[in-house]
């Protein structure tokens, strides 16, 4: 008998609705852009997964094998009552903090993803493996649906893992750290996911590697514009262009098209031309410091607790803990 519980905040209309939004503005703009959250249909998810697994792409080995190493240490000094967790996806790594817990502690874990079939997956598997921890899944964007969190049960860990706090520009960036501040008492704790800042080239050749992978990935958020909004593009006219920006310490995601491109959008009576070397801005994929991540999560409400990193310093799983609000 199923047992988790799923909320759902978003459907399919609803991101479509959000999709023609955000591709009427983004072509409007110069450089023209697209929002990351776009590559991820079920072709994105696998090339994603397969990006994971390129000799190129440290952050998701680096950032599992922290986890792997600190996972008991910090579920038995944190002895969460309450974990959520945003942009979850199938909750690969947060399986290893749950198999860690300290026995007898009730847990509830709250996943939130836009996919409402990962979170099933999840829910599922997880009711198999681990059927003491109970589900409250929520279909959602964490940028939108955090106040869909039920309340605490205890003491409260949220988790965002992959640097995909990096995928966001600053003013969203500290909006978003500030609901999450917003979810959390005394206590309480953050973990989140950080790239950091090292030598150019290992940067670039994580986003540029040898099979062509990222490339295909980049290409496909034009494929799923294309399904969606019934759009013309044509994603293998575009070149795939990533690049590190150091004085924004942030690699940057570009299509660039070599030749003139004249696309429709027909769900918003759209026409779109490209010009020769111009270029669509897909993904923002900023880099970080101790002292801009301090700084990052001070704003915010936060401060830093611990600073976990790798012998080599690639990646880094920070603790924060909410700064004692002002009178």
């Given at each position: 008998?199923?047992?988790?519980?799923?909320?759902?905040?978003?459907?399919?209309?609803?991101?479509?609705?959000?999709?023609?939004?955000?591709?009427?503005?983004?072509?409007?703009?110069?450089?023209?852009?697209?929002?990351?959250?776009?590559?991820?249909?079920?072709?994105?998810?696998?090339?994603?997964?397969?990006?994971?697994?390129?000799?190129?792409?440290?952050?998701?080995?680096?950032?599992?094998?922290?986890?792997?190493?600190?996972?008991?240490?910090?579920?038995?000094?944190?002895?969460?009552?309450?974990?959520?967790?945003?942009?979850?996806?199938?909750?690969?790594?947060?399986?290893?903090?749950?198999?860690?817990?300290?026995?007898?502690?009730?847990?509830?874990?709250?996943?939130?993803?836009?996919?409402?079939?990962?979170?099933?997956?999840?829910?599922?598997?997880?009711?198999?493996?681990?059927?003491?921890?109970?589900?409250?899944?929520?279909?959602?964007?964490?940028e939108r649906h955090l106040v869909h969190v039920p309340s605490p049960r205890g003491r409260r860990l949220v988790l965002f893992l992959g640097s995909t706090i990096g995928n966001?520009?600053?003013?969203?960036?500290?909006?978003?750290?500030?609901?999450?501040?917003?979810?959390?008492?005394?206590?309480?704790?953050?973990?989140?996911?950080?790239?950091?800042?090292?030598?150019?080239?290992?940067?670039?050749?994580?986003?540029?590697?040898?099979?062509?992978?990222?490339?295909?990935?980049?290409?496909?958020?034009?494929?799923?514009?294309?399904?969606?909004?019934?759009?013309?593009?044509?994603?293998?006219?575009?070149?795939?262009?990533?690049?590190?920006?150091?004085?924004?310490?942030?690699?940057?995601?570009?299509?660039?098209?070599?030749?003139?491109?004249?696309?429709?959008?027909?769900?918003?009576?759209?026409?779109?031309?490209?010009?020769?070397?111009?270029?669509?801005?897909?993904?923002s994929s900023y880099k970080f410091t101790p002292d801009s991540t301090r700084a990052m999560l001070e704003e915010a409400g936060f401060h830093l607790d611990a600073w976990h990193?790798?012998?080599?310093?690639?990646?880094?799983?920070?603790?924060?803990?909410?700064?004692?609000?002002?009178?």
């Amino acid at each position: 008998m199923r047992r988790y519980r799923l909320e759902i905040h978003t459907d399919a209309h609803a991101r479509l609705k959000t999709m023609a939004e955000d591709v009427f503005r983004g072509f409007a703009e110069r450089p023209r852009r697209l929002p990351p959250k776009y590559f991820y249909d079920a072709e994105g998810s696998r090339l994603f997964d397969e990006i994971t697994r390129l000799p190129e792409y440290y952050p998701t080995r680096v950032e599992a094998a922290l986890i792997d190493t600190l996972a008991s240490t910090l579920m038995r000094s944190l002895r969460p009552a309450d974990i959520v967790e945003l942009g979850s996806g199938f909750s690969t790594k947060t399986r290893r903090l749950l198999a860690a817990r300290a026995g007898g502690v009730p847990l509830r874990y709250t996943p939130i993803d836009v996919d409402e079939a990962a979170l099933r997956a999840a829910a599922e598997q997880l009711e198999r493996e681990m059927p003491d921890v109970e589900v409250h899944a929520v279909v959602g964007d964490f940028e939108r649906h955090l106040v869909h969190v039920p309340s605490p049960r205890g003491r409260r860990l949220v988790l965002f893992l992959g640097s995909t706090i990096g995928n966001l520009d600053p003013p969203e960036r500290h909006g978003l750290l500030t609901q999450i501040r917003d979810l959390l008492q005394s206590g309480d704790r953050l973990l989140l996911g950080v790239d950091l800042v090292k030598a150019v080239a290992t940067l670039e050749a994580a986003y540029n590697d040898a099979a062509g992978v990222t490339a295909r990935f980049n290409r496909n958020i034009l494929h799923v514009v294309n399904r969606g909004l019934g759009a013309t593009f044509q994603p293998e006219a575009f070149r795939h262009h990533a690049f590190y920006n150091g004085p924004a310490s942030r690699i940057e995601m570009h299509l660039v098209a070599d030749a003139v491109q004249t696309a429709r959008v027909r769900s918003l009576d759209l026409t779109v031309r490209m010009e020769p070397g111009e270029s669509l801005w897909t993904e923002s994929s900023y880099k970080f410091t101790p002292d801009s991540t301090r700084a990052m999560l001070e704003e915010a409400g936060f401060h830093l607790d611990a600073w976990h990193t790798d012998a080599r310093a690639q990646f880094a799983l920070v603790l924060a803990a909410p700064a004692p609000r002002r009178a």
